[in-house]
């Protein structure tokens, strides 16, 4: 059934995000509890999970359209969770730690999240970033049904548009939806500088500059698939992808 609130001036209209599924798993009652009490005033449905093997069961049952996860859980952590929900099922991850650890942050996008945001954060941003990998994974499906003709082929890298997959020296090169998004917003450009702010603004559709380090961490896990020479850093200003010379 479809969420509803009534306006002040008595019309009825769909909440934002109505009928989408998020999964928040998170072992500190408080946390939990101030999460799904925001999500469900965006209009989602929300379940929790306190650790790992509730997370993986609940995950299966109920088939939630992205997962909210935080790494330190009873049972087993949260990149383990995040290991056996993807390998079932693709499925949008954010996240959650508590410690400012860029080791932490590259480790959890390597199993598969597409974002992550550290604690303390505030709840209007959480929000903005579960809209913001729900409509990723929105555009990903048109895209997927509206094939762009031929193969984008960057000297040994090659980017297929239509069934969003990357090759490096012909090897198939697995990344998640965020990595890839990241790398056809680089490639669109070729040798061009984009700031980490664009970067944010195109990717993300997050326009707050303090969200800079998750496009730098982004940046680091999709060097060490793609080979970290074809990103230029550009000190100060943002990235380039680098393209063979003619």
């Known amino acids: 059934m479809e969420t509803t609130h009534t306006s002040h001036n008595g019309t009825t209209t769909a909440t934002p995000g109505a009928q989408r599924r998020v999964l928040v798993v998170e072992d500190d009652p408080t946390i939990v509890d101030a999460i799904a009490v925001r999500l ?19 995950a299966e049952a109920w088939q939630p359209d992205l997962l909210i996860l935080d790494i330190m859980l009873p049972g087993f952590d949260g ?12 499925v949008p991850v ?12 590259l480790v959890g996008l390597g199993v598969g999240a597409d974002d992550y945001m550290t604690k303390p ?8 970033r579960v809209h913001v990998l729900l409509r990723r994974v929105e555009r990903a499906a048109i895209a997927a049904t509206t094939p762009r003709s031929g193969i984008l082929r960057l000297g040994e890298l090659e980017i297929d548009h239509a069934q969003r997959r990357v090759r490096v020296r012909s090897e198939d090169v697995h990344l998640t939806p965020t990595e890839f998004d990241l790398l056809v917003c680089l490639a669109n450009t070729p040798r061009a500088v984009l700031s980490r702010e664009q970067l944010l603004a195109e990717v993300w559709d997050w326009a707050d500059a303090s969200g800079t380090r998750t496009v730098d961490s982004h940046i680091k896990a999709l060097r060490r698939k793609i080979g970290a020479e074809r ?16």
């Open 79 to 90: 990149l383990e969770v995040c290991r056996r929900v993807q390998a079932a099922r693709p």
């Open 40 to 58: 469900r005033a965006e209009g989602f449905l929300v379940q929790t999970a306190g650790d790992g093997p509730a997370a993986v069961d609940t």
């Open 231 to 246: 990103i230029r850093t550009v000190h100060g200003v943002g990235y380039a992808l680098e393209t063979p010379t003619p």
């Open 94 to 105: 954010l996240m959650l730690t508590a410690r400012d650890d860029e080791t932490d942050m």
């Open 121 to 128: 954060f505030s709840m209007r941003e959480l929000a903005a």
